[in-house]
């Protein structure tokens, strides 16, 4: 059964970085690119960063020049570094396959906040 397991994300002052890990189970993970999206309280929920299963990255303008995705397809993870958090980057994130499951995961809170 494919799984995402999204973690890391927490409160942290504006300015702050967090590191946001999706480990993946299944066996979809090495060949498939993979997507970071997020769900601000009473927002749809909206692609923020893909990987391509070579290392190529797209990312949406709001968090261009903040944000890295990268992945380590020996742990069938990937990874958002966040820097220069926002309280506009407040949101649960959540991270898929492309194209997406439809069983995604629990999430992972961010919250930015002094």
């Known amino acids: 059964q494919v799984q995402l397991v999204e973690s890391g994300g927490g409160l942290v002052q504006p300015g702050g970085s967090l590191r946001l890990s999706c480990a993946t189970s299944?066996?979809?993970?090495?060949?498939?690119?993979m997507d970071w999206y997020r769900q601000a309280p009473g927002a749809r929920r909206g692609f923020i960063a893909r990987?391509?299963?070579?290392?190529?990255?797209v990312y949406a303008d709001s968090v261009k020049g903040r944000f890295t995705i990268s992945r380590d397809d020996a742990k069938n993870t990937v990874y958002l570094q966040m820097n220069g958090l926002k309280p506009e980057d407040t949101a649960i994130y959540y991270c898929?396959?492309?194209?997406?499951?439809?069983?995604w995961g629990q999430g992972t809170q961010v919250t930015v906040s002094s």
């Open positions: 299944g066996g979809r993970f090495r060949g498939n690119a």
């Open positions: 898929n396959f492309v194209p997406p499951i439809a069983s």
């Open positions: 990987i391509s299963s070579g290392g190529g990255t």
